[in-house]
């Protein structure tokens, strides 16, 4: 299958539970390299937390992050429930059985439970080891470009291997993923220059070369459409559209492969919502970048965006390109953020109503619960058999 596109991410099953508060509750998906998702939803139906799962601001309750097959965020809980489940199943069976019984169910627990210890004990080294893997690669890449050219070398070049090689064993997989902030203003640190907003993950990865870093962060600021001027002023001399330029240029600084830019427009005016929009389109195409792209409103992701999300209260509820999200949404609640959408059309306007979403009006779960399922082709809707049954019936 080498001509279908490389998956650079795959979050499967992810929950972060904050206390009583399921955040992100069983949320799965993946992008494609290249590809720009969308993941839509109204406020506080987890689409954050989400995003900083990924980067690993947050030690996930359960579910598996994986970076290009690189396993780089594991919870643990999953594992503690099976545990806990399987010595409750235990004990009712044991109750009523024969000696004999009772010792193969026993061994039967042991077994299991050192199944799942051992799985466990994996997640945890695959998270410790996930950096190391990843700059033992990038190493040995260095390694394989310098060593050939070493016979004669001049000191310049020794120092320039010399220095890629500091950077390679300080290469970290996360500086692979970016995230924009929804806020500007809280995610700017007002004491620090933008110059030194910038550099600070170049810092971090171990460039030391004062002139390398001034370069740039000025090819930075140019690129996203600033001037080199900006460098020695403070954030709040900024207006909203131009932080949030500088928040783009602190991103892409670190060359990432994967940009999660969470909300990048909700604060801006319309005009400069899509210039903001339009410098994340040249980026991707020339930096060959992979986006995930967080809106509450849909109708900001439209075009954007190859595949769209859709979620609510903590679960995905609907998955599909952004084409047949619109040409064929499915799920009640995707209608209702459908049907919010204004459009410039007086006629449309004129009849356009508003559909409310009320989940209990809308579904019976009471016996029959809901999965995530695949209704058409790359077409997922969270349902039950009933509706499955019939959202089919409705896209035949
Ligand atoms: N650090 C935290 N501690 C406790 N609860 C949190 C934390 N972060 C988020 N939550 C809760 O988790 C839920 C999801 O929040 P999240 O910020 O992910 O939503 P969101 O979809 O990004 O919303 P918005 O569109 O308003 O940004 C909310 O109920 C929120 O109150
Ligand atoms: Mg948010």
Same mark, same amino acid.
């Given at each position: 299958?080498?001509?279908?596109?490389?998956?650079?991410?795959?979050?499967?099953?992810?929950?972060?539970?904050?206390?009583?508060?399921?955040?992100?509750?069983?949320?799965?998906?993946?992008?494609?390299?290249?590809?720009?998702?969308?993941?839509?939803?109204?406020?506080?139906?987890?689409?954050?937390? %989400?995003? =900083?799962? &990924? !980067?690993?601001?947050?030690? $996930?309750?359960? *579910?598996?992050?994986?970076? +290009?097959? /690189?396993?780089?965020?594991?919870?643990?809980?999953?594992?503690?429930?099976?545990?806990?489940?399987?010595?409750?199943?235990?004990?009712?069976?044991?109750?009523?059985?024969?000696?004999?019984?009772?010792?193969?169910?026993?061994?039967?627990?042991?077994?299991?439970?050192?199944?799942?210890?051992?799985?466990?004990?994996?997640?945890?080294?695959?998270?410790?080891?996930?950096?190391?893997?990843?700059?033992?690669?990038?190493?040995?890449?260095?390694?394989?470009?310098?060593?050939?050219?070493?016979?004669?070398?001049?000191?310049?070049?020794?120092?320039?291997?010399?220095?890629?090689?500091?950077?390679?064993?300080?290469?970290?997989?996360?500086?692979?993923?970016?995230?924009?902030?929804?806020?500007?203003?809280?995610?700017?640190?007002?004491?620090? %220059?933008? =110059?030194? &907003? !910038?550099?600070?993950?170049? $810092?971090?990865? *171990?460039?030391?070369?004062? +002139?390398? /870093?001034?370069?740039?962060?000025?090819?930075?600021?140019?690129?996203?459409?600033?001037?080199?001027?900006?460098?020695?002023?403070?954030?709040?001399?900024?207006?909203?559209?131009?932080?949030?330029?500088?928040?783009?240029?602190?991103?892409?600084?670190?060359?990432?492969?994967?940009?999660?830019?969470?909300?990048?427009?909700?604060?801006?005016?319309?005009?400069?919502?899509?210039?903001?929009?339009?410098?994340?389109?040249?980026?991707?195409?020339?930096?060959?970048?992979?986006?995930?792209?967080?809106?509450?409103?849909?109708?900001?992701?439209?075009?954007?965006?190859?595949?769209?999300?859709?979620?609510?209260?903590?679960?995905?509820?609907?998955?599909?390109?952004?084409?047949?999200?619109?040409?064929?949404?499915?799920?009640?609640?995707?209608?209702?953020?459908?049907?919010? !959408?204004?459009?410039?059309?007086?006629?449309?306007?004129?009849?356009?109503?508003?559909?409310?979403?009320?989940?209990?009006?809308?579904?019976?779960?009471?016996?029959?619960?809901?999965?995530?399922?695949?209704?058409?082709?790359?077409?997922?809707?969270?349902?039950?058999?009933?509706?499955?049954?019939?959202?089919?019936?409705?896209?035949?």
């Amino acid at each position: 299958m080498s001509n279908t596109p490389e998956t650079l991410l795959k979050v499967d099953h992810l929950c972060q539970y904050f206390g009583f508060t399921r955040a992100v509750d069983d949320v799965s998906f993946e992008i494609k390299k290249g590809e720009v998702f969308g993941l839509v939803g109204e406020s506080g139906c987890g689409k954050t937390t %989400t995003g =900083r799962s &990924i !980067i690993k601001l947050y030690n $996930i309750t359960s *579910g598996n992050i994986y970076y +290009k097959g /690189i396993r780089i965020g594991a919870g643990m809980k999953s594992y503690k429930d099976d545990i806990e489940r399987a010595k409750n199943e235990y004990k009712e069976k044991v109750a009523n059985a024969t000696p004999e019984e009772a010792q193969r169910l026993k061994a039967e627990l042991d077994a299991y439970v050192a199944d799942r210890k051992k799985a466990m004990n994996e997640a945890k080294r695959d998270l410790k080891e996930c950096d190391k893997a990843y700059s033992a690669q990038q190493v040995a890449e260095v390694n394989a470009k310098y060593e050939p050219l070493m016979n004669n070398a001049n000191p310049e070049l020794v120092q320039e291997y010399r220095n890629e090689l500091r950077k390679a064993k300080r290469a970290r997989l996360s500086s692979q993923i970016q995230m924009i902030f929804q806020d500007p203003i809280a995610s700017l640190d007002p004491r620090m %220059t933008v =110059r030194e &907003i !910038i550099a600070e993950g170049l $810092i971090i990865r *171990g460039e030391r070369n004062k +002139k390398v /870093i001034d370069e740039k962060v000025f090819e930075m600021l140019e690129r996203v459409g600033l001037v080199r001027e900006h460098a020695d002023r403070y954030p709040h001399e900024f207006s909203g559209g131009q932080r949030q330029r500088i928040g783009v240029a602190r991103a892409i600084i670190m060359n990432p492969e994967l940009i999660i830019a969470d909300e990048p427009v909700s604060a801006l005016d319309v005009s400069i919502q899509a210039q903001v929009i339009n410098l994340l389109n040249e980026l991707r195409e020339e930096m060959g970048l992979t986006i995930l792209f967080i809106a509450h409103d849909l109708s900001v992701v439209k075009y954007f965006s190859d595949r769209i999300g859709v979620m609510y209260f903590g679960k995905m509820v609907e998955l599909a390109t952004s084409d047949e999200l619109f040409a064929h949404p499915t799920h009640p609640y995707t209608k209702s953020l459908l049907s919010a !959408i204004p459009l410039p059309d007086p006629v449309y306007e004129k009849n356009r109503k508003r559909i409310a979403y009320d989940p209990l009006v809308e579904h019976d779960y009471s016996v029959d619960k809901p999965t995530f399922r695949e209704i058409t082709p790359g077409h997922f809707v969270s349902c039950n058999d009933e509706e499955f049954a019939r959202y089919q019936a409705e896209l035949n």
